[in-house]
């Protein structure tokens, strides 16, 4: 298995541990939609462990025989500095940067959860269950509330998103967060996912964008 690490915009080691990935549920109207869930009041949080972390510019490793693996691609920020309860000025100012993951799930194992009424985590934490991208320092980001980004899978768009068509923006979601735990230096917060989720297989050729600052190009074992 590839060991992960937090890695910039130019390549480099980003000096942060790896911590816990915090997932943000249902955040966009039109998944919510296609999903037929209903629209939450407040945001939907679970976790993932540091182990689910992998990296996005390697092959991406689904399950098997586990049914089907969807593609929920999400804007993620990476956190510098302990939040406890914080303002809106100090969640931004614990934001290292903004990159794209994964969030992976088993659908078929998560609805057969949902019917029993017991939690995700055997459809959304498991090993390697969050590809993730470099991160670009916030500094070099023009705007957290406008952030372009897409999947492609064998050439055609399958999911498109913008950050303002968010339920919950970055900065209230990070205080919500912080107001329910506390986020740690190397915390990943995943924001929730556009439109889009479908199921992937093996030798789907994948490209994902954040819009002015990178593309991947990777493909699925």
Not at 14 to 40: A, S
Not at 166 to 186: A, E, Q, W, Y
Not at 197 to 220: G, K, S
Request: with cysteine.
């Amino acid at each position: 298995m590839f060991e992960y690490k937090h890695i910039d915009s130019d390549g480099k080691n980003i000096d942060l541990p790896v911590g816990k990935v915090v997932c943000v549920g249902r955040n966009y109207l039109q998944h919510i939609k296609e999903l037929d869930n209903e629209v939450p009041s407040e945001p939907l949080l679970f976790n993932k462990p540091s182990s689910a972390l992998s990296v996005l510019n390697n092959p991406i490793v689904i399950p098997k025989n586990l049914g089907s693996c969807h593609n929920e691609l999400e804007v993620a920020v990476l956190i510098k500095t302990r939040l406890c309860q914080s303002s809106i000025k100090e969640a931004e100012a614990a934001i290292w940067g903004v990159g794209l993951g994964l969030d992976l799930t088993l659908r078929d194992v998560q609805n057969a959860l949902k019917k029993q009424g017991h939690p995700w985590e055997r459809s959304k934490a498991f090993d390697r269950s969050c590809p993730m991208s470099q991160f670009v320092a916030k500094e070099k980001m023009k705007s957290l509330s406008n952030i372009d980004f897409s999947l492609s899978v064998n050439n055609e768009i399958r999911q498109q998103g913008n950050s303002q068509e968010m339920l919950f923006p970055i900065l209230k979601l990070l205080v919500n967060i912080s107001n329910t735990f506390t986020l740690l230096p190397g915390d990943i917060v995943m924001t929730g996912t556009p439109k889009g989720v479908a199921a992937l297989v093996v030798d789907d050729q994948i490209i994902i964008e954040l819009n002015e600052h990178f593309l991947i190009r990777t493909y699925v074992v």
